[in-house]
């Protein structure tokens, strides 16, 4: 019965022209009450629930149909790819043999042609002395054309191979998108290319599919992009010269299969070749391009210094007339003019031993191979071979320089603090860019206190989070000062570097402190406690000779004067505002506990003789609002003085003396309104208690602490006079 309720509800819900408002108006005529409706929104609710597990179980299934179908696609898609990468090895073996029968072809013929040379020889040489000027004419003229015919076949020859190479490898580089610069290089062709995977380093996960192409001179990897109707496309993803990477195999480990390594600093990358097949044809054709394009400067390097010697040879045949042998004049031990030999083995192989250091990040090893070539040629300069290995070993310098300066640069892991960088910086004071090693290692300093100061975390408290603060900051100061000392020690010129950066560090804290602590509003006293602090930190940098205690002072004496305003003119309104409420009665504390406390207080506050204006029991001879104007007062001087430096002398001193000058103002006035006899020797005592206790204490209390007396203050005190200018008159004058 439940069932057929059930299910005739849910035709009834399912009917194309269903209107919920219609149908729950009729439920609520056809109901007989509450009980009713709620059954009835329970069935609506079970049947909601039924229809959201069947809808759940439909799309598991459908999903489930996807993930099968996108399996498919995936599994047609490879094969695709492999069958057009099968195609395109197919038309390159078939462009290999038709350039094979055209290179034999041109062979032969030249062949032909030196054949034909020769018996125009034969026949010259053969002919009767009657005859010699003919045929010396025409030997000269076949000699001339059959050679410019075997130079024309030789000419021709390497012309259409190396276009050819160039055809092919533009045909490939069609299909990678970003690489239309690559094409530019005079004599660059493609040797091999193939399919690889690229795997994670470190964990062996496979990154994304390439296909790398390898040309005389250089490596190009790109990356698989999805086919489009089709066609295999790829994307440029990184172009590598032979000299700048050493191969590395890496040997079969579990899944870790048919890989090898590329290193190139500061990147390692891995690759996948499809079997152990190919991975051994890519490294041994990598092995081999890459000593062929050694030997091939090798060779111009050798053709270099040949033309060298002929030309110093016939300079000094022009500028000596006299053979060395007959020559008694010439000096043969001149230290100048001394030869070394480059022949020997640890010299030929340095080149690629420095590539090696950098690539193992050998650097110390890299800088002294260097230091042993400089001493061991430093007499031999101006031979022409010296000067053809100092170019190729310039190559290398260079490239360790950009290594060890990217050691350094900001974009590099800032842990271990700044002797992590001691090493980067040795080897480049040693290579004599000391000035670019200090630039690069206060740079990475300043993005390590940058840094640090934005992950510290900010806590509730602003104390505790400016203790952390300035620990932070000052220490790693502290360290960056000594690291400093001890790499630079013998470069005096790079201090004046490290004092702008430390003002320029110092303004980064100022920057953070301020935004804590002056533009949260916080109270003088918490102000005046973290100042305190940053000062006290400041002053530890004293024990290695860096004072940095102005340059924080000039830093935050905007901020200090903003606040000192801020709250001088928060005293000041709330004296007025209970100068407006003052009755002037005698105060009662109604405990002898608060008034122990109050006591204390004012002895703390430099009032010791407080006692004389407490009555009997728990009242005090003074109005509440002298005793609330007293305490105020007396803790903005104990705060401003904490604060205190000499550029906030006179501010300090003038917001002392209007606020002082309100509670003046208000006694004199007060003074002057009163008609009752009593209140007005009540008014007096409280008069008395400011001038003569209250304000002397403030003119020591400045004075000890600044060093100099208040002026401003004794003028103010000395200087009142309660004056009744006119009798009918409520205005005061000080």
């Known amino acids: 019965m439940a069932a057929d309720v059930a299910s005739r509800l849910r035709r009834q ?76 090895e197919q038309k390159g073996i078939m462009d290999g043999l038709t350039q094979m029968l055209l290179t034999a072809d041109r062979e032969q013929q030249q062949q032909q042609g030196s054949r034909q040379l020769q018996a125009s020889m034969g026949t010259a040489g053969g002919t009767s002395s009657s005859s010699l000027g003919s045929s010396t004419t025409t030997t000269t003229t076949t000699t001339t054309t059959s050679t410019s015919s075997s130079s024309e076949a030789f000419l021709i020859l390497p012309r259409e191979a190396e276009e050819h190479k160039q055809r092919t490898l533009t045909t490939l580089l069609e299909k990678v998108e970003g690489c239309q610069d690559i094409l530019q290089t005079p004599g660059r062709y493609l040797v091999y290319n193939g399919d690889l995977l690229e795997c994670d380093a470190e964990s062996a996960a496979q990154i994304q599919r390439v296909h790398a192409f390898l040309m005389n001179d250089c490596l190009l990897v790109a990356a698989w992009l999805p086919s489009r109707r089709g066609a295999v496309r790829y994307r440029y993803d990184a172009l590598y010269p032979l000299d700048s990477f050493a191969v590395v195999n890496v040997k079969d480990n579990g899944p870790m299969r048919d890989m090898f390594k590329i290193l190139m600093f500061p990147d390692t990358r891995v690759f996948q070749a499809e079997n152990a097949k190919v991975k051994k044809e890519w490294l041994e054709i990598l092995d081999q391009t890459k000593k062929n394009k050694a030997l091939t400067e090798r060779l111009e390097v050798e053709k270099e210094e040949a033309k060298a010697r002929l030309l110093v040879a016939e300079e000094e045949k022009q500028q000596r007339p006299l053979s060395p042998k007959t020559n008694p004049f010439e000096d043969e031990s001149d230290p100048a003019m001394e030869l070394v030999d480059l022949s020997l083995e640890w010299i030929q192989e340095l080149p690629e031993d420095l590539d090696v250091c950098i690539a193992q990040r050998d650097f110390e090893g890299a800088v002294d191979l260097l230091d042993k070539l400089n001493e061991y040629l430093s007499r031999a300069t101006s031979q022409p071979a010296v000067r053809q290995l100092r170019s190729r070993v310039d190559q290398r310098v260079r490239r ?152 924080l002072q000039a830093l935050l004496v905007k901020d200090i004067k903003a606040a000192l305003h801020s709250y001088k003119g928060i005293i000041m309104e709330a004296t007025k505002h209970r100068n407006s409420e003052e009755m002037w009665r005698r105060m009662n504390l109604m405990t002898p506990e608060a008034l122990a406390k109050l006591k204390e207080e004012m002895k703390a506050s430099g009032i010791t003789n407080f006692d004389q204006y407490t009555g009997d029991d728990c009242w005090v001879n003074l109005s509440y609002t002298i005793v609330a104007f007293t305490k105020q007062l007396m803790a903005f001087l104990e705060e401003g003085l904490k604060l205190y430096f000499p550029e906030l002398h006179m501010v300090l001193l003038e917001s002392l003396r209007e606020i002082i000058l309100v509670a003046v103002q208000h006694v004199d006035y007060s003074l002057r309104c009163e008609q009752d006899p009593e209140k007005k020797v009540f008014i007096r005592e409280n008069v008395s208690f400011l001038y003569e206790t209250v304000l002397p204490v403030v003119e020591r209390r400045f004075e000890e602490g600044v060093g100099t007396p208040a002026k401003q203050l004794q003028d103010l005190r000395n200087g009142s006079r309660i004056i009744r200018v006119n009798p009918e008159s409520t205005n005061s004058f000080v």
């Open 400 to 551: 360790l320089t950009d290594v060890l300066m990217y050691e350094l640069s900001p974009g590099r892991s800032l842990r271990g603090g700044p002797r992590a960088t001691r090493r980067a910086v040795s080897q480049l004071i040693r290579l004599g860019q000391s000035t670019k090693a200090c630039e690069l290692f206060l740079k990475n300093r300043a993005a390590a206190v940058q840094t640090a100061i934005r992950q510290l975390r900010i806590e509730g408290a602003t104390l505790l989070y400016i203790h952390k603060l300035c620990n932070i900051f000052f220490t790693g100061l502290l360290d960056t000062a000594k690291e400093f000392e001890m790499d630079f020690a013998g470069d005096s010129g790079c201090y004046s570097a490290f004092v702008v950066w430390s003002r320029s560090a110092t303004r980064l804290f100022v920057d953070a402190f301020s935004k804590q602590v002056f533009d949260s509003k916080e109270s003088l006293s918490t102000t005046a406690e973290c100042v305190e602090v940053a000062k006290e930190h400041c002053s530890k940098l004293s024990e290695i000779g860096l004072d940095l205690t102005f340059t």
């Open 13 to 88: 819900l399912e009917t194309p022209r269903f209107e919920p408002a219609q149908y729950v108006k009729q439920l609520s005529q056809q109901s007989d009450g509450d009980r009713d409706l709620q059954e009835h929104r329970h069935k609506i609710q079970s049947l909601a629930d039924e229809t959201a597990q069947n809808l759940k179980k439909n799309v598991y299934k459908n999903y489930r149909q996807f993930i099968e179908t996108a399996r498919e696609i995936s599994y047609l898609e490879s094969e695709m790819y492999q069958l057009s990468h099968i195609l395109t």
